[in-house]
C-alpha cells in the first residue's frame, strides 16, 4: 500500500468514529420505546393500569397520567410516576372508561416521545392508540370497528420500524453487500418473507424466543455483516449468497418485531387485522428507508467511479463497515447485560 494513502484511510476511519458516536448518542437520547399506560378492566367500572416510561426520559420529568374526572384513583395515586418508570395504578369509573379523556403531563417539558395506549375490557374487546409526541390525550372511542384497529396497528408498525436503529443498519448493510439492484431486491426479499413469518408465528405464541438473546443477536448479525463489508476479501458469505444471510438472519430479526408487538398485544376480536396491518406497517416503512437509501447508494457510487480511483472504493467499503460494526459491538456487549 503507497504510504500516501495511509492517511487517508486513518482519515476515513476517525470519519467513521464520528459518525457512529453520533448514531450512539442520539439512540441514547430518543429511545424507541413509547410511553406506555395499559389498562385492564377488572370488573364493572373498576380498572387496573400498568404505566411504564422508557429509560429515555429522566427522573426529574416523569409524567403523570391525568385520569377523567369521573374516575375515583385508590389510595394516594395521584402523583407523577416513580424514578424507576413503572407504576401500578387501580381506578374507578362508574359510567367506565369509554368515551372519557386520557391525558398526559410531564413535570418539565415533553420529551417527544409516542404513548401507547391499550385497553383490555371484559367482554375481551381490545382497544389501542399510538400517540404521536405532539398529542397527549386520548379520547376512548365509544364503538370502535376494525378502521379504527387497522389505522393504529399500521402507524404502529412504520414506527417501529423507522426507530430501529438496529434493524434498518442490517437493511443498509444487506444493500452494501448485495452490489447489484437485481441482488439487493432478492435480498431484501429473503428477509421480508423471513421476517414476516416468525413475526407472526411469534405474535400469536406459536413459537417464542426470550427476548434479551434475540436482541444481542440481532447485534452480532449487523456485526457479521459489518465484517463482510470491512473484509479485504471480496467472496465472503454474504457477498456471495445475500438471499440467504439475508433470510437466514431476517428469521431472527422477526422475532425482534414480535418483541414489540407482544408489549402493546393483539386485539382479541380483529386478531388478523391487527396483526396484517402491524407487518404491513413494518414494510412500508422498509420500503420508504430503502428507496431512499437506493438513491443515495447509487449517487455515492457515480461520484466514487468518476473519480475512477479503487482506493477510493475501498476506503468506502472500510467506512461503511466500521459505521456498522462499531454500534454493533456496542449494542451487543450493553444487551448482554440484560441476560
Known amino acids: 500500500m503507497p504510504k500516501s494513502a495511509i492517511p487517508s484511510i486513518v482519515h476515513s476511519l476517525f470519519a467513521a468514529a464520528f459518525v457512529v458516536l453520533f448514531c450512539i448518542a442520539r439512540a441514547s437520547a430518543h429511545d424507541a420505546r413509547p410511553l406506555s399506560v395499559n389498562i ?7 380498572y387496573i393500569a400498568h404505566i411504564r416510561v422508557p ?9 403523570q397520567v391525568v385520569w377523567p374526572e369521573k374516575c375515583a384513583i385508590a389510595g394516594d395515586d395521584v402523583r407523577a410516576l416513580a424514578t424507576d418508570g413503572r407504576e401500578t395504578t387501580t381506578l374507578g369509573c362508574k359510567d367506565g372508561l369509554e368515551g372519557q379523556r386520557i391525558r398526559v403531563t410531564y413535570r418539565v417539558f415533553n420529551p417527544s416521545l409516542p404513548t401507547l395506549f391499550r385497553l383490555r375490557e371484559m367482554s375481551g374487546k381490545v382497544l389501542t392508540r399510538v400517540l404521536p409526541p405532539d398529542q ?3 379520547e376512548v372511542p365509544k364503538t370502535p370497528g376494525w378502521k379504527t384497529v387497522a389505522a393504529s396497528y399500521l ?10 436503529i438496529d434493524h434498518l443498519l442490517f437493511v443498509t448493510g444487506l444493500l452494501v453487500l448485495a452490489g447489484t439492484l437485481r441482488r439487493a431486491l432478492l435480498a431484501i426479499t429473503g428477509f421480508t418473507i423471513a421476517h414476516s ?3 407472526s408465528l411469534s405474535a400469536l405464541n406459536l413459537a417464542v424466543l426470550p427476548e434479551p438473546p434475540v436482541e444481542a443477536a440481532i447485534a452480532l448479525s449487523i456485526l457479521f455483516l459489518a465484517r463482510e463489508i470491512a473484509s479485504p476479501f471480496p467472496d465472503g458469505l454474504a457477498g ?3 438471499i440467504v444471510v439475508s433470510s437466514s438472519f431476517g428469521l431472527l430479526h422477526g422475532f ?3 418483541a414489540a408487538l407482544r408489549e402493546v398485544g393483539l386485539p382479541t ?11 404491513l406497517g413494518v414494510e412500508i416503512g422498509q420500503i420508504i428507508f430503502i428507496a431512499g437509501l437506493i438513491v443515495t447508494v447509487v449517487v455515492v457510487r457515480r461520484l466514487v467511479q468518476r473519480g475512477k480511483s479503487n482506493l477510493m472504493m475501498r476506503q468506502l467499503g472500510l467506512l461503511s463497515g466500521y459505521a456498522l460494526g462499531i454500534p454493533a459491538a456496542f449494542w451487543f456487549i450493553q444487551r448482554l447485560g440484560a441476560f
Request: hydrophobic fraction near 50%; charge should be negative.
Open 40 to 46: 385492564i378492566e377488572q370488573s364493572a367500572g373498576l
Open 55 to 63: 429509560p429515555a426520559v429522566p427522573a426529574e420529568d416523569m409524567p
Open 136 to 138: 397527549l390525550d386520548w
Open 155 to 164: 402507524e404502529l408498525g412504520v414506527r417501529h420500524i423507522w426507530t430501529g
Open 197 to 199: 413469518v416468525t413475526l
Open 240 to 242: 456471495r449468497f445475500p
Open 256 to 258: 425482534g418485531f414480535a
Open 269 to 279: 376480536k380483529e386478531l388478523a387485522v391487527g396483526l396484517l396491518c402491524f407487518n
